[in-house]
Each structure stands twice: as structure tokens, then as C-alpha cells.
């Protein structure tokens, strides 16, 4: 059939990130609603279908769609295995339907509808040259019978049965389908790549029982149950491999080491070995793989840190000099950031002539210690390497390991940030540090949960990092190191902490107006006492209780604000789709006063028939109230707890639900 | 190159509609902005450029583009003639400026740059070997004494200086450019399609002189001063064919007409004639031919009604059957919107085997009127024809005939009516004519003029038509027509009215609830008094001369409103590029009670540098104003006029304007 004379158009179909050009993604085991705008001139009944496979299968699965509103059809499908997905949408004129609402609008109305009978007659006739078997046979008869000497409301009776309408739509006239052109990707993620708290620390910190002894991998086991405790269940760890001496920098980042000074672990690569190798003074490889698997029993993976640069002392310099830049004068060009001089770190040169062999072997680095167990990834400044080698990276580790997950620390510019999404990234570092006021928290999460951004980017909040000691911490102290975890907890279902400085609350800065920590762990082996009594490590694992216990707080899409006429008070919820698990939040963001409101909640988007009565019960406090009406009342005191984190208890005991009320 | 050695991304290139899909739209003469996402990993400089070409010229004009914000780059080119143009963006690593922005910060640091000079001289080397003639022996010159014995600050002065940039920037190196991929379409429509004033009459009540005579092309003649005086400069006639007499309609569409009733004119095609024949009472082809020339010569095109449906009596059902759908007892189908039957109406059948002789002939009724002069088509119910029929005859008419304008009244679902507008209609009817909230105002207005829609929809704003007599003019009365007919011809720069019922203030329904005029045109002859005293024809003549001494108003997308503490009263600006027209309207939305409120006015997106003193100038009353700071007051009595047109003049003068200040 000609194009010009298909009269269905399928337009703007989602999920679809940029034209289809990279997939959207989802949890394995989530629903993918897909949309689609599908229409036709005049009033004629259409019929839609998703048509969707797990990538390589040879046939479609079909979905029939409905239709929502405002020319909206919808239907879904589940994503039940890793990998890649594709979908696309069909629709069609759906004739017999379109002739059933008219005759039975004219029969309701007392026409005459023989004619009409006729017509139908000729639809039912031609689906039975389509059907085989029983079907045809059955088809044919009725045909027959819609024009035969019958009295008329007998005939129009079978014409509108539901018997004809089910034959009919098991035969349908595809011969002037629309196609919507494009199949569309979609990949399955793990579920941990969805909903997940990490925890940061130093290995070589973890000597608990001897201050100033360099931490091992033994001594993080021993730290195992702390954290899983807590609740974490993604435990990253620094880079693991050994330490440049060359240009090494001093504690508090001085050019200076004293001689005992252990270097950053950033500066990858000495005499020991380089991306595959590990610091001799955490210990073996077989301890490695012995915390990985300790920490898998407690349901804690490990996650590596990718930092694809080199220390001058990495084994890469010597023997692979053509994969870093040369100057005329036969130096190599370390990093630099004019005037800074980064002499203790070189970069890879992606645009060598050899990029090709660079490209294969920073590849082997992450299938290496795949083979060591790890699954999750912490990639180091990705936005300083080239877009298209992360995803060219990602999708050959995914091919074999589709169970992988790249966290992408780029703290950069917000389109790039995206694209490292788009290219593969499964979580990513946001701006949810430094989003302190209720519009920059409203208008940014917004963004990340509302736009078509939610398809492709899975935000990772972390109020603080080892690079990052926020203003807002350093000036709010304890409630602002509660307010800031329970705000990253709840707005996104990945967050994580930089430990133990986050539960131990430190805020010292290096200097005034400085983000970085005094006496950073970067440059230095600390030494923490996890049992200070003022730790958040109670309330911690508080709230990582809430998390595995309301769904609702396991998605991000699924994120509401409520107007609340108080700058200080933010209000928002978060629900499953069935509206089983309604999560709602109302944090002061102020950490010095007390702070009240009243919160109005948008009842029918809640999936509420009336004005409710509902109780509200405090997740963090175990306290209930009673809700009633559009608005209610909350005061917040930072010094007790400045986030509220309210499970709505819909269903309201009566007296008829007591034995005695008979 | 390999794609995956390109590092440069660029992205979201805009205009673009549906991925390019679909032109975008600009007036003839208009700047077209174009502007994408361009970025690369790290800190390397970039260059972009903008490729763009009238269609079919074989070679590409290329404009460089520049950067803005936030990864934003932007270039305009002008599209000077009429039809369609295409243009793309590519970008590429600036390996020079990217070394020169570092020499530049490494010698205000006063360090070593010799290495740094080594390396410039062979970025410069390398262009020399790119560049032609004189260029390539200066760029050697300079690449040689950039690592001759000169001393170091003079070699560093040479390599910052503007010689070398200019001659680098020359020659660039492209070896590893970035394309977008896509060649986005855009086509540039007549000015008259963005800026236009509408005036739609019945000819047949034209006969001023003679009440109950029919009207004729010579009473349209007479009666063109009277609309030119008014500032229009569109006259649109409802269909001027022969009317036909099966099943005609009488009086306020009852189905028993009288002898004399004339019938509807979209009842098309008599034993006259059909699509191509004049209507023997209006006059002849040359009457019409007449009309169309004695209306340019007030600056006045003829629109003519393009109704693509028959009259049971139209020459098209007897000598082509084959395009009407035929029922099986042998009779054609009639319109019909079940349980209601329009048996004067034949819709055609798109779907017909026949269908292409069918399209041919249309488009040839199309072209017919063309012939005649006729360059702009009101296109009745587009959305019950096939939308890619209307995306063929369109571009059928434009390619010969740019200068063609197609306005589709399509007053459906808000998907058909865009995807009408993407298909190639020049204007559309919007839901302007219901929407007298301002909420609902700024929310409509905002998705027309501020998303993707502006692109390719261009609204035409009608107060009222034959077809609708909105309830607000029913109960508002003059202030209420003064009201709309001033929203309409400032909000978009396309209105039009239906006169003289508006000019008149006519507002009686057929019957309470009804939308129809009572005693409609449509089905009778009127006789109008155009003199009478309450008639907004002074008014409206003042509006049209407003909208054509201001450029903000000759625009659509160029409209802000601004925000008021007060529901009733609408506030908006529109602006040149340039800010050198700046038009603001604050408008009553209440006809019946004065109300005031204070403005707020953003300086600074209006090219304010301070917080100004200014003067407000009341196009509407003549009257001046000082307005001076953030919040300005207005009051605004519906029985006086319910709007004011401000124009802002920027420049106030002081004592030193005058002679006698020294």
C-alpha cells in the first residue's frame, strides 16, 4: 500500500531517548509502560499494538494498547532479564469496530439499519477469508445470517454480540497498518542498579586496633559487619592498586611527603604494578577476593574504583610510552590544568595512533577484575576521557557481564553529565551536593525525575565524598549531616556517604571557603572511633530500614513535590504504581529553628476517591497522627529530627471492623 | 576516522521538528537561530560551524558559530527567498586555541613555555602544510621563529599575537570534525503568513443598497474600502461555488428550506458547476478575477474557502462515482455523526482503488484558484481528510507556488491540529476563541509560543466565526468583543475576525446554550448597517494601525507575560530582537467591573542594564505614562477600554537635552 494512503499516525512513542539513538533503561523486572500519540483523521476506531522482544529474538511479543486520553494509547510489557530490549508500535484502522459504534448508535436511535447490515456483512465475510479453520467457518456464517431473511433486531443483535466482536478482533485487517517506523532500545539494568546505598571508606584506614598501622583487606572483613549493619549494601573502595612515589603528594596534598607518607590512591601505578595489580600493603589478591566474597554473604558488593590515569612510575610508562603524549623534548605530558601542574598523574593519550591497543587494554582492566567477582564500578572522572570510548567500553563489558554497573563520577558540566548516561553509565554523581534551598532541590529533581531525563540518567546522591565537604555540612553540623542523609535516601533510591567522616559528622575544612576535608584521608592514613557516642550509625540503619521496607522509596521516577507556603519546609512523596506504598517526606531544611507548615496533598493523583481520613505514621519516629482534609500541619525541630518520613495508612479502622459492632 | 576516535558531541540542534521529520518554519527575510549542545571530554577548545543552503544549491554557506552558556552555541542565517532551505552544524577540536589558552595562562604565571613553543610551532607547521600561497610561507615564517634563538618573550608574543590566530583560524584541522549526522529542513513562508489581519464575509450579504438582493462580486468590490479603512489585509470568503439543492438547509438550519432560501455554501457543486464554478448569482469568473485585483490594490489578498466535500447535486457524483463511497444497496454514502445524518454532504473517499485520480483532481481544483490569483486557501475540516494527503497537496502547491499560504481549520484534538501544522497548513485555528481565563491564557500561550510547537504551528486568532458565537461574547458584550478583539490581534500576530456581525456586536445565539448566531449567514441572506454608531469599526482600525507601526506585534514567538497578583488582569510583552520595540499589554479579563493591579516587569531579559525610568505610552488612549521601578500600577474599566497598549519608550529626556542646559 502506498504511504500516502495510510491514514493512522504514530508519533512521539516513549520511552525514546534522543530519537532512539541510545536505550532507555529500566530495572530487570520493572513494567516499561510504553506510550505513543496515535491518531487518525475523521472518527474512524483504531487498533494499536506494542510490539516488544528481549534483542535477538526472532519474533515480536505483542501487547494490544489502549487508549488513554487526548489521542494517548498505552500498554506494557515487563523487562524480566538483563539486557538489551527492543519495541516498537503498529496501529490500524480498526473497521468493523468503527462500523459497531455506528450501527448501534443508529439502532439505539430507531434507524433502519438493514443497509447497514449489509456493509457489516461484507466485513464479517472478508474476516473469514483472513481466519482459518473454525473461525472461517463461524465468520461465514454470520456473514450469511446479517443479511439473510431474519428479523431485523435479531440480526442487529448478533452483529453487536460480544461473539462476533471476539472473532473479529482475532482476525483483524492489517492490510493498511501503520508501522511507527523506528524500533526502539530499552536496557534491563540489575536491580541494584536502581536502588542501592553505598558506603565509601579507605581500606588502609581500617586498622581499628593499632592507629598508624596501614588498614588490609583483612582489616576491612573485620569492618564488614559495621557496615552492613547500617544497611549499605555497596561497600567502594578507593583505588586498591599501587601508589606512584613520583611527585608523591604530602599529607593535606603539600609537594612535600615526609617519607612515610602513603600517597594518593589516585596516583596509580609503581614498581609493584598498575591497574591489574594490587598495593602489597592491603595484601594478596586472595585477600581481595576473600572480602569480596565475606561481603556477598552480608549482601554487600564491592565496588571498584576505574581511574584510568597513571603515577610516572606505572609499568604502562615504560612499556607502553606511545599511549601517552610526548613532548618535543622527549618528556611525557603529565595532567595540567594551566597554571596547576598535576606532575604526579600522566594521562592516556586517546588520540594516539595507538589508541586502538590503549583501548583494548583499559578494557582488559575492567574484565580482569570482573573476574575477580566485582560488578560494580566507580569510574573516576569519565568526563575527561573520550564520550564514545565509554560506550564503546560499557557495551563489551555488558555483552558478556550485562549484570555490571558504572557509577560515573563526573562532577562536570550538566550535558555532559547526561551523555555519560546515555552512553552507558548505569548511576551518576549529581548536584544534589550542593542543592541545599527548596526551589534548587524542587527545580533540579524535577529535571532528573520528571524530564526526559529520567529515562537514561539514575541519579546517585551523595552528601558528601572524600573530595567534597559541603558547605552545608561544615556550617549546619549534626542536623545538617541528618537532614542531608534522610534528603538523599529518600529523593533518589541510590545514594551513598563518604564513612566513617559522614556518621562521625567531621566538618573541618582544610582552610576557610575550602570543600576539602583537613587532614584528608586522601593523603593520609586515618584512624576513626566508630563508637563516639554523637555517630549518626543508628539512625543510619534506621533509615536504611525504611528503605527496604517501602517500595515506594526503591524507585526515583516516582517522585512528587507538594506545595508548601514555607520556604524552609520541603514536602514531597513517593509511591508504587498500585498506590499500595505511599511514602511522604517532609524535611526542614533549616538546621538551625524549628520550622512549621501546612502541607496540601494532591489527593486524586494519589490514587484517592474522596477527601480521606488516613493515618500518618512517622517512619523515623514511630509516632502516628491523624490526617484529615486538604491540609495538614507539620513542625519540624532540626534538634530532634528534621526530616519526617510518613508511611500513609489509608485504611481506617471503623467500629464495623470490631466483633461486638453486630 | 574512526566514529569512535571523534570526541567532539554535538546535540539537540533546533530548530528541529520530529527529528527533521518535518521543516521548521520562518517568514521570508526572518533570522533563523540555530543552536546546539557542543561539547568534548576535558578542557579542549572547539570551533563550530553552521551549514546551511537554499534546497538544491549544490554548495553549503558556512557561519561560525559561537559559543553562549552551558555548552550552548548558537549562529543565525537569514532565509531570504521563499521555499525551502537545510542546514546542519559541525565541530572540531581547536588544537590550537586550546594550546594558545594555555601558553597564554603558563606565561602570565611566568613559567618556562620553551616546550610549550616547540609544540605550537608544530601546530603551526602543520597548518602551513594545509594553507595555500602566501598564508602557508608566513605560517612556516612563524613556525620557524616560534623555536628559533629569538628571546623567549618575543617568541611567546608572536605565538599569543592576533597575525598567528588570524592565520591559523584559516586553516583549520578538520581531520577529525564532528557532523551532527541529520541535514534539518526548515522552509521560509510568505511574510503575510506570519503577520496577517483577517476579515471574513459572505458575499451574498453584500448588496448594501438593497436589502434581500443577493450580494454579488460587485458589491464585494464596493465593499473593500470599508475593510482596507479598517486595516485588514486578508478578506476571506466562505465558499463562492454553486450551492446545491438536494436536501438543502433553510433558515437556521432547519431541513425544510423555503423556495428562496440560498442554502449553505459549503453544500458545494449544482448543475452549475462544482469546485471550479462560481456560484451564478455571485457573478461571473471575471467579476471574481476583478475583485481579486481591485483587493491587491488596497494591499488585500482574497482567501477562498477550500471544502473538499459535494452536494449530492456536485458534477464529481455523477461523472466520477468512484470517488464517493457507494453502500451495497447502490446508494452514496452521506456524511453522518450517528445518530445524526447530513444527507446534503458526500464526503470523498480517500480509500477508494480510485484514490489517486481522486487526489490529482483536487489538487488541480487547488491549483485552479491559483491560476485565478488566489494565494491563500481556508481549509475547511482538514482533520476529516487524510492527514498525509494534505502533506502531498501541499507541497504539490508549494513547490511551483512558495507564495501559497494554507490555513487549516482544524478545531479538533491538539495532536491532529500540530500534526496538520507539521504536514505543511502555513496557519491554523487554535482554542483561542475559548479561552478567556488567564490561567488558561498564559498555559495555552505559553505551549504555542514557548516549546517545540512554536516551530511549526502558527496561530491564527479568531474571536469569533460563523460557526461560533462564543459564549463570552454573548455575555460580555461590547466590552467583551472590544476585549477578545484585542487579545487576538496582539497575542498572535495572525487574527482575524467574522464580520460585520463582529464589528456589530452581534451576540444573540439561535437558542440558550448554542454556540450558533441566530438567523446565521450560513443559511441566509443578511443585510448589515454598517454605520451604525456602536460598530468597533474606529476602534478596530486604530488596533490594525498599532500592529503595523510595531514590530513586536508582527511576531508570535516573541511573546513574555509577566507576572500580576490579581487574576483578572492579563499582562504580556512582546519585543523585537533588538529590544527596539518593546510592546506591553495589560488587559481586564473582566468585562464588567474596572480592576487594578501592580505590574512587575523583568528588566533585565528586556535589555535593561539598571533599574530604569520610563516612559509608558498608551497606543489605545494616547495617554503617557512614568513608570519607574520594579512595580508599576495599572487600573482598567471594561466601559472605557478594557486593555492598554503600551509601547515603552526607553529614552527619557533631562535638562540636557535643551538648548538652554549650558
Redesign the interface.
Known sequence: MK?????V?I?NVKPEV??GRFPAKRAVGETVAVEA?I?V???DALSARLLHRKAGEPEWRIQPMSFLV??LWRASFTADELGHYEFTVVAWIDRFETWR??LE??A??G?DVS?EL??GA?LVQSAADRAGGEDADRLKETADFLTSEAPLPERTRKALGRDLLRLMAASPDLS?LTEYGKILPLRAEPVKALFSAWYEMFPRSCADDDPGRHGTFRDCIERLPYVADMGFDVLYLPPIHPIGRSHRKGRNNTTKPGPDDPGSPWAIGAGEGGHKAIHPELGTLEDFRELVSEAKKLDIDIAMDIAFQCSPDHPYVGEHPEWFRQ???G?IQYA????KKYQDIYPFD??SEH?ESL?QELLSVVQYWIDQGIRIFRVDNP???????WE?LIAECKREHPDTVFLAEAFT????MY?LAKAGFTQSYTYFTWRNLKWEIEQYFEELTQTRVKEFFWPNLWPNTPDILPEFLQIGERPAFILRLMLAATLSSNYGIYGPAFELCVNEPREPLSEEYRDSEKYEIAHWNLNEPHSLRPFIKRINRIRRENPALQGTRNLMFHPVEREEILCFSKYTDDFSNIILVAANLDPHHTHSAWVKLPFEEMGFEAEPTFQMHDLVSDARYLWHGDYNYVELDPRVVPVQIFRLRRRMRTESDFDYFM
Open positions: 504511504a500516502i494512503q495510510k491514514r499516525i508519533e534522543d530519537g500519540d491518531f483523521d475523521g472518527h487526548n489521542d459504534n455506528q448508535k443508529k439505539v436511535a434507524q443497509v449489509m456493509e461484507g493498511a613532548r618535543p623534548d618528556s595540567e590544568n594551566p597554571p586517546f588520540e589508541a583501548r568526563h575527561t576521557k573520550p564520550l564514545r570510548f564503546w558540566r550538566p550535558k555532559t551523555r
